[in-house]
Every structure is written in C-alpha cells, then in structure tokens.
C-alpha cells in the first residue's frame, strides 16, 4: 500500500528580528500567533498530540501558517478518530513532536500566543518541551474563551465554546475539530473580541490579557485612574476626591506599576478598599529609583496614608539613653538632646527597645529601678539587689566611680565603639543555662542578646555615614550615563542623572549648586529619618556604585559591632527557627 508523501507547510512571513513584547503595544500592532492542538486526549505528559496548527497574524493581516500533524507514537483512540478524523494512518508519516517543536517555537517566538481555553494547549506545548529538552519561551497568552467571557453576555452567547463563537462572529473557516481550521475560526473570533474591547478602555495587549482575567468591578470602573501616567521611576499618589492622601508606592515604571493596580494579580483586600475611595493617581517623577524610594519615606511621613502600612510615624522612634545624675539608668526616650553621652536606637517600637534594654540589665549591673537617687539620702533596696542583680547604688554599696566604670562605661562603649564585652556576658549566661537544661531562659537571653547586637550593629552604620558633610556618588543608568545622588549628613539633598558619553561632574556640579542645604546635628540620624537614610545606604553599598567626592573620611569602628554580624545571623535564624517549630 502506497502511503502519502508527509509535507509541513512553510513558516510564510516569520520575522526573526522582532523584538520582545511590551505590555503598553497597542492591540493593532501587536503580532499574535493562534494556536490549536489536536491530541489523543488525557493529561498533558510530553506526548499525546496529534496535530497543530497555527496562523500568525497582526493588524488584521495574516502572516504566517504553520500546520502539520504529529505522530504521538501510540495508538490513537476510536473516539479520537470518530471526533476529528484523523486516522492512524494519516500519522505514521507525520514526525514526532520533538522534530516539530523547533520549527513551533521559531514561529512563536516574539509574539503573543492565543489559543481557545488556552491552558489546555499551554500545558501539552509545555511538557512536550520539558519532556525533549527544549526551553518553553514563555510567551504572553491570551485566552479568547476567558476574554469572551469578559466581553460577551450571556444574552449574546449561551455558552463559549469555540463552535458557538464561530457562529455569533461568522467566521470565514468553521470548527471541524482539525487543529489549522480550529485555529482560523479562532482568528475571527479574536478578532471580534478584539473590536468589543474597545468600549472597555482596553487598547494594548497587556490590558487585553489582563482583562481577559478575573478582575473587580471596581478594578474595571476605576482602570482610567492608570492613564496617561510617565513610563519612569518616581513615587505615584492615590488621591481621594478630597485631594487625601490614600497610598503612596515607588516603581521605576510609574505607568506599569499603577496599572497592575487594576489587574488580576492585585488581590488584597485593603488595596480593593483603597481603589474604591481613590479618584485621582498622582505621579512625581525622580531621577533614579534612590530619590523615589526617598521620596516615598517623606512622603509616607508627612501625611501618614491609611492604606500604607510601613514607614508611617517615623517621629514614634524611640532611643535607650543614660539619665543624668549619679547612677544612671537606661530610660526609653522619644529623642536624643545634644549633651546626652550614652544612647542606642532608633528603634522602631518601645517593645524592641525594651528588649534592647533587658540585654544590657543581663550584662552589666545597671541598675532597673526609676527613683531619682541622691548621693547624701539613701533609699532602700529592691529585690533585685537581695538576688544579686544589681550592686544597690541606692544605699550606697558601691560609689559612682566604681558604677560608672562597671555599669555605665560598658554601654557607652558597646553603644559607640566595642559591645565585646556585652556580648561575651551574654553568651556566657546563655552558656550556664543551656547546661543547666534551662533552655527556654536560654532562649529570651539569646533573643536579648540580637536585640542588643541588631540596634548596636545599626546605630553604627548608619553614624559612619551620617558623620560626612557631603558625599557625592555615581552609579551606571541602565540605559547609559550616570544615577548621581549628593547626601549631606546621611541626607539625600540633590539627585541627577547625566546623559550618556558626557562626563559626570558638570551634572554634579549643578546637583550641588540647587542641593538641600542641611546644617551638622547631632546623633546617628540628625536630619533624616533611619529608614532614609538606610536606603541610601543599600544603595551605597552595591559593587556598582562610586563614589565621587567625600568631605571627609567614611569609615566604621575596627572593633566595632559589625564584626558580630554573623553572631547577629545565628541568633535571629536559632530565633525565626524555634517560632516556625512553636507554631507547627
């Protein structure tokens, strides 16, 4: 028995030097490639399919026809061939999947894939690719049975099946459950769908796929909101119709990122709540994503959004600081005063810095009680000084030379230079009572000493840098040039970025010349806030990053409390562990 020649059709009008898909292409121009698959049925496992077929299309225009049938290498159903016709002697000429895929993956590449209850084709492509080794692209893909469902009513369709769309749309080429027929009759409907977008404010193929997913009415009626928005970084406001301040974000794409606002993927309920209330979204645009970061924390700041739920209330920080007079004693204060000696923080909560303060009770005898203490009247002692825990300056048991130097002298040191002996105090209580079994006591100390090391280790940092007068730095822009930021006392006062091929100091010489004026202070965080002043150090800090100029040195403790980092490391993975353990 002869058997007929197997021929594939050609790849007509593929373009091999398109570009990547971005999702702000209008729908006219973006190129689509529908596909379908005929298969033997059940599950996707890397086999399976029996045929495919695809018409690349874009601006109404066809491009491109890929059909072929595909040998699955076993038996095809008798249901198989009663619903579509092909007969296992039609595929024994065909070629194998693993033969086919190079020439499918060619002629999607660079374009939006579509295809009729899209997950079902996706999964059979995705493990056939993933059974012989080929890496699956990842195209974008659009569904045109979930868009209809989006866009038609069921007074218009009873049902969205490819048949019933066909009809409603009068396809040129009808269903005949063969994959390249499948695929036109899929094109018209597209197409169709494609027109009904309009009256939805849906015009680029990231808002058609986005669409196309189950979003909120809300996110639907308020999806205007994201229009007309700059494509740069910057800080993006949601306004109430009373100008209020609702939430305020950062991105380095203002446009991408308030659109996902009103996609699918956005699923919190506060955010939902939010969008309700919002009438206006408001852009600033910065020069580079430092000055939006910072931008945001003052902004946060400033007016407190009640959908934002970090960075608010920076004035709440809270320092540990020595009390004045004889015999001093750790007080959680609300700021710091030119003349005090010995402090730590900021932290962020009274609890964290309470925390902070148990440490330190643990490892030097300071003392816990809150009488003011005078050096002629003597007070009776607490229970702490009958159990040892405190050498009881309040019936002057030890004079306040031998306090400062025992009590008061270790703090000021770990807290500005060396916590070595703090934490070797620390370790050895932690010591004793792991070997007593007590290991739960062990714990709290262990829990005590990474709140002593975490508010030491940044305190520091964030000192080193806000000790310079005026430091000016450099890093790559992604798209040639330089991001320059000028910080004054751990301040971002000016921002730029110079153009590409021309040489950086012009540009810093007129940051500096429109720059924040900010004058010394005092403390580890004078002029900004902690977290500020922290993202700017990140920034600092990465490989690329240069700096410029420095009026001074930048430089840390040796002995200091970074060098306990990886200490700091243990403590809170032993900590993050034992709570994961406590709540399974």
């Known amino acids: 028995m002869a058997q007929t020649e197997y021929v594939q059709e050609p790849l007509a009008g593929f373009d091999p030097g398109a570009g ?29 399919i029996t045929e495919i077929g695809a018409v690349k299309v874009r601006g109404g225009e066809e491009l491109g026809v890929l059909a072929t049938l595909v040998n699955p290498g076993v038996p095809i159903p008798p249901f198989i061939t009663v619903l579509t016709g092909i007969t296992q002697a039609m595929l024994v000429p065909a070629p194998p999947i693993e033969q086919v895929l190079p020439s499918f993956l060619e002629f999607v590449s660079d374009a939006v894939l579509v ?54 749309f009068r396809t040129a080429t ?49 999806r205007h909101l994201a229009e007309g928005l700059p494509k740069a970084p910057g800080v993006y406001i949601f306004r109430a119709a009373d ?10 794409d203002i446009a991408t990122r308030v659109r996902s606002y009103f996609t699918a993927a956005e699923k919190r309920a506060r955010i939902s709540e939010m969008l309700a209330a919002a009438e206006r979204v408001e852009a600033v645009e910065c020069a580079h994503s430092l000055e939006a970061e910072v931008r945001e924390l003052r902004l946060i700041g400033a007016h407190a959004p009640p959908y934002n739920r970090r960075s608010k209330f920076p004035e709440r920080a809270v320092w540990l600081k020595l009390t004045d007079g004889p015999y ?70 030890i004079t ?33 009572l792991s070997r007593d079994q007590r290991y739960e006591e062990a714990a709290v100390v262990r829990s005590r000493l990474a709140a002593v090391l975490r508010a030491t280790v940044r305190m520091q940092r964030l000192a080193a840098l806000t000790g310079i007068a005026e430091l000016a730095a450099a890093r790559p822009a992604a798209r040639g040039g330089w991001e320059l930021a000028l910080v004054r006392y751990g301040r971002l ?36 806030s902690a977290e500020e002043t922290e993202r700017i150090l990140s920034w600092l800090e990465r490989p690329e990053t240069r700096l410029v100029e420095m009026s001074s040195g930048w ?29 399974s």
């Open 400 to 432: 306040p030379e031998e306090y400062d130097v025992r009590a008061v002298a270790p703090f000021r040191t770990a807290t500005a230079s060396d916590p070595q002996p703090v934490v070797d105090a620390l370790l050895a209580r932690i010591e004793v």
């Open 243 to 252: 100008d209020r301040p609702l939430y305020v974000g950062t991105s380095g």
């Open 493 to 528: 006062a000016g921002a730029g970025v110079s153009p590409p091929g021309v040489h950086p100091r012009p540009t810093i010489a007129a940051i500096r010349a429109t720059a924040e004026t900010v004058p010394p202070g005092h403390g580890p965080v004078p002029h900004a």
């Open 328 to 397: 001093p004693r750790l007080s959680v204060v609300r700021s710091i005063a030119p003349g005090d000696a010995g402090y730590l923080g900021p932290f962020s909560s009274r609890r964290a810095a309470e925390l902070a303060a148990a440490g330190f009770h643990d490892a030097v005898p300071l003392r816990q009680c809150t009488h003011r203490l005078s050096l002629r009247t003597v007070t009776p002692a607490c229970a702490l000084a009958e159990l040892g825990r405190c050498p009881a300056p309040c019936e002057h048991r």
């Open 555 to 583: 430089a840390s403790p040796v002995a200091g409390a970074a060098r306990f980092r990886d200490l700091l490391s243990k403590a809170e993975s032993a900590a993050s562990h034992q709570l994961s353990t406590e709540r």
């Open 20 to 48: 990547g898909i971005d999702p702000a292409l209008p729908l006219y121009a973006t190129t689509f490639v529908v596909v379908d698959l005929e298969t033997t049925g059940g599950a996707p496992d890397g086999g399976g």
């Open 174 to 222: 009808q269903p005949t459950h063969r994959a390249l027929d499948d695929a036109k009759a899929t094109v018209d409907v597209l197409h169709g769908l494609i027109a009904r977008l309009g009256g939805h404010r849906v015009d680029t193929i990231g808002d058609a796929i986005e669409f196309a997913r189950a979003v909120t009415p809300t996110q639907r009626r308020k």
């Open 115 to 168: 295809a009729h209850n899209a997950p079902y084709d996706v999964g059979f492509l995705k493990a056939a690719c993933a059974k012989h080794g080929y890496r699956w692209p990842n195209p974008r893909v659009l569904d045109t049975a979930a868009l209809a469902r989006r866009v038609l009513t069921r007074d218009e369709v009873p049902n969205r099946k490819l048949g019933t769309l066909a009809a409603y």
